[in-house]
């Protein structure tokens, strides 16, 4: 230990007593959190309050601004582009969701059972798409998706077959889908892969003895396990999926008639804030996504935390 | 040289993964004890038979997540003719790598490079920045008991649930009448908290810095401020490097938030640059430059997939601290 040498030259002060040296703490401890609370504060708390006051207010062309209560709250529950894209990012949730937990948790367990070749390289390569931004993903598999250039135009012009076109309106939400699971599933994997390696190796001896076979351990000790790491991975998860923007934004390039300017809530957010200079409504409809979005990531929580 | 410190060298640098070629047993030497190890246990429940059928399946989700990266390294290398005549999984006749990293590098006065460096500001700064506060804010709700210390993590924790987006219009509003929409600071501000960061600064804190080597430091008449550099922060330094790593992934690929505050071209990051790229292509009349976008894409990840290969063995950590607590 250094700690010898770091002794001051000066002789240690005497011990002061105990009420000072607790309001003597509590400064340094504001002084150390103070920086991140201060900048906290100005980029979280301060739009958070500010998006609150903006929502009860109304610009209208003729009168200026005036307060109307919660009224823009009730235009935005009646309105069908809203619920258009709510519901959409649902069902995107509902689907991609689930895919993509479940490869990544099958690799991971895969990764984490010992019985692969060269496992390192697998955990590596797999997470590596994390590192790549939503926007080059988007472009990488947008052009991929692409008839001219893509990968479907090469299988059709190699076979004289005419594929499904990945950025038909039909089929656009899906692309996306498989967008955001090449793009997360290596994280969750590594989550994934994180909480089973604390897992206490003798378990899975004294299960072995017990004469549980492979998946036994896997569904009787693997998964209890790392429940609170699966919890967590679900409710990122369904946060990422409100919030929907990075790639159906990019992508609406690539398939103008496909993505819609209400296709997701957050677009929806975007155009009518960036578009339409409706800033006020364009407040409430985030702050009820923020909810919506807050009621089910507690629910999800709740849910999985309780131990049945 | 005598034979403690050779075999010490290459016993560190031979991986420890390497089984011995052949199955012969190898010569009995000091150096290849690890293989001989390896080789004598038999396989048990924690010591499994590697298994061919598992790599394969495995093997497919490695497919599928390598083949778009393949496509993109392959594709960098054609014109736009080799684009559009060529098989999209293997090479055109002729390579233009190095011609298309020049014209992309040059195009439009250079403004790539422009992009990079303003990446690269917004990276140093963001990151660097978010990095400093969760270090000193987490430790700081490790170790010291402070009035509303508990509010302060509650607060923060709940504000991860808030869509990004959702804050968006608002911190746009607040950024245009303090002047700070279109310039870098609008990108740099809103990057320096990581309420994640923050977290695992916390956790890690907890576990790396034993409460009674601060308290001896505190007896030996060190300062908070000199105990926090000499004797916690070289503890919390893997945490640090995670939370590093996370920070600078996000202020890289941050598209949101520039798309958002920034309408000047000059202070774009690399990832507005290589959209409006695309929005130019897709455009009627507007110069299509589909291989400047796919040779912009590739040096947009080269040096971020470097720093994430160099550093990858940090990631483990962090995810792990984040997951074990109940």
Known sequence: MTLLSTRATAAPPPRPRVRIRLRKEALVGWGFAGPFVAVFGLVFLAPIGYALYLSLFKDRLIGGTSFVGLDNYGEALADPRFWDGLIRVGLFLLVQVPIMLGIALLVALAVDSGRLYGRTFFRVSIFLPYAVPAVVASLIWGFMYGTRFGLVGNINDTFGVTLPDPLSPSLVLASIGNIVTWEFVGYNMLIFYSALKVVPRSLYEAAAIDGAGEWRVVTSVKLPAIRSALVIATIFSIIGSFQLFNEPSILQKLAPNAITSDFTPNLYTYSLSFSGQQHNYAATVAIVMGVITAIIAYAVQLRGMRKG | MTSPTTTAASAASAPAAEPSASGAAPTASKRSKRSTRRKSIPHTPLNPRPSIPLTLVTGLVL????????????????????????????????????????????????????????????????????????????????????????????VVIGAVAVPGTALAVPTFLMFSTMGLTNTPWAVIVPSLISPFGLYLMWVFAAEAVPTELLEAARIDGSGELRTFFRIALPLLMPGTVTVLLFSMVATWNNYFLPLIMIKDPDWYPLTLGLNAWNAQAQTAGGEAVFDLIITGSLLTIVPIVVVFLLLQRYWQSGLAAGSVKE
């Open chain 2, 63 to 154: 497919v599928y997540t390598l083949l778009p990266l393949a496509w993109l390294v392959v594709n960098a290398t054609k014109d736009q003719n080799g684009l559009l005549d060529s098989f999209g999984l293997w090479f055109a006749e002729d390579v233009h790598l190095w011609d298309n990293i020049t014209r992309t590098l040059t195009y439009d006065d250079g403004v790539f490079v422009r992009w990079l460096l303003n990446t690269l500001l917004y990276v140093v700064a963001g990151a660097g920045g978010a990095t400093v506060l969760a270090v000193l804010g987490g430790y700081a709700l490790a170790k010291y008991e402070f009035p509303g210390r508990k509010a302060v993590f509650a």
